[in-house]
């Protein structure tokens, strides 16, 4: 999964990137004229594979990872529209979800050139630049459509692509981002090349000073009226990410914060995202992947490789949580909780599996 950090100048995007990766990007506030983004990879934590990987001993154990972008080179977006230059735009694009960091902390140099911090007309502002920035490439398509068609050409795709675009771009208009709009398959598959920025699942980071940390609940159920929020102190967690879990874990207690940063912004983006894992084990690999909650047996098993999704034959399966209350696959055998099961079964969260096909 890849998940973008957006977010005006100074807001504290990479700050954050770095808490989350542990990596050490450059963090200035001074306007930085880089474009290249820093990546960073994080591998999901799941307990239920520390305990399989006791349980199995195997030679390799690996967790899923998430990927996360800090966008270095968006403008302060000082003029509307203009947040999203056409090569930050690009970037932006390729990632699944969005988390659009937000400054609720005060900085005597930042403050000089960008005022105070204000949440929620910053959030209206980005919010709104991306609507514009989707009218943009919906309009123009459009019109190129309108010309094809005087041109005589009148697909029956292109009506659906037409009669798809002309609703989105009255919505836009009407400020609704297209993450809220419903599409059949055929509408959808119209539309999903353009990779619309409002299509795209976005939460909101609100990154609070260490000093008023868990104690805006007030606006934090302001921006939870509209969207999902969850409120980092970034320079702390920064601080934190550098140090070993038992120093951190102090240092946590503190400022009462119960879970790192990284941990709880992965458990919310699967929530947000619905997606799910489930498990592979043996004695050479005990593996999480991540599917999408309803998501079939051929999905998951495409996941692992394309030909066990091809051949697919059945999925054996039982429950991790069976596992680890009966002890052994043995005496899951004995109980009858060792499942077979076909193409439509819907993989559970937690669920081992094992892909019988032939190719
Ligand atoms: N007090 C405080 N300052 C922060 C916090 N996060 C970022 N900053 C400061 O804000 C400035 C810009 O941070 P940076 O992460 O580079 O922002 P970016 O432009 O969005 O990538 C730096 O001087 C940071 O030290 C925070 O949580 N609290
Ligand atoms: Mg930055």
């Known amino acids: 999964m890849k998940i973008g950090l957006i977010g005006l100048q100074n807001s504290g995007k990479t700050t954050i990137f770095n808490a989350l990766t542990g990596l050490d990007a450059e963090v200035t506030s001074y306007s930085s004229q880089k474009l290249e983004p820093n990546i960073g990879v994080v591998e999901v934590p799941d307990e239920r594979i520390d305990w399989l990987s006791e349980h199995y001993q195997p030679k390799k154990t690996i967790y899923t990872h998430i990927e996360f972008t800090d966008f270095a080179g968006l403008s302060s977006g000082s003029k509307e529209g203009e947040t999203f230059s056409a090569e930050s735009l690009g970037l932006i694009k390729t990632s699944e979800a969005l988390a659009l960091v937000i400054r609720n902390f005060n900085d005597e140099i930042i403050s000089q050139s960008q005022g105070e911090p204000e949440p929620i007309s910053d ?178 098993a495409g996941k692992i490789h394309s030909d066990l999704a091809r051949g697919f034959i059945r999925a054996e399966c039982f429950h991790y949580d069976k596992l680890k209350e009966l002890g052994s696959e043995k005496a899951l055998r004995e109980k009858g909780l060792f499942r077979l099961e076909g193409k439509t079964y819907k993989v559970q969260d937690g669920d081992i599996v094992n892909i019988r096909f032939s190719v």
């Not at 798809?164 to 999903?192: C, G, H, M, W, Y």
């Not at 000093?211 to 921006?223: A, E, T, W």
């Not at 929020?229 to 951190?248: H, P, Q, R, T, Y």
Request: glycine share 4%.
């Open 123 to 300: 959030i209206e502002q980005i919010m709104e630049d991306m609507i514009i920035s989707d009218l943009i490439l919906v309009e123009k398509r459009l019109e190129r459509i309108e010309k094809d068609k005087k041109r005589g050409m009148n697909l029956a795709e292109l009506q659906i692509e037409e009669h798809t675009l002309a609703r989105i771009n009255e919505q836009l208009n009407n400020s609704v981002p297209v993450r809220d709009l419903e599409f059949s398959p055929e509408e959808e598959k119209a539309i999903r090349g353009f990779r619309l920025l409002t299509e795209k699942p976005i939460m909101i980071l609100l990154n609070s000073d260490e000093n008023n940390f868990g104690k805006n609940g007030d606006l934090i159920s302001k921006i939870e009226e509209d969207y999902r929020v969850i409120e980092l102190a970034g320079n702390f967690e920064m601080e934190l990410s550098k140090l070993d879990s038992e120093e951190a874990e102090m240092f946590m207690e503190d400022m009462n914060i119960s879970e790192s940063a990284v941990n709880r912004l992965i458990r919310f983006s699967y929530d947000m995202l619905g997606l799910i894992s489930f498990f592979t084990v043996g004695k050479d690999e005990v593996r999480a992947w991540t599917i999408t909650t309803g998501d079939n047996a051929v999905v998951a």
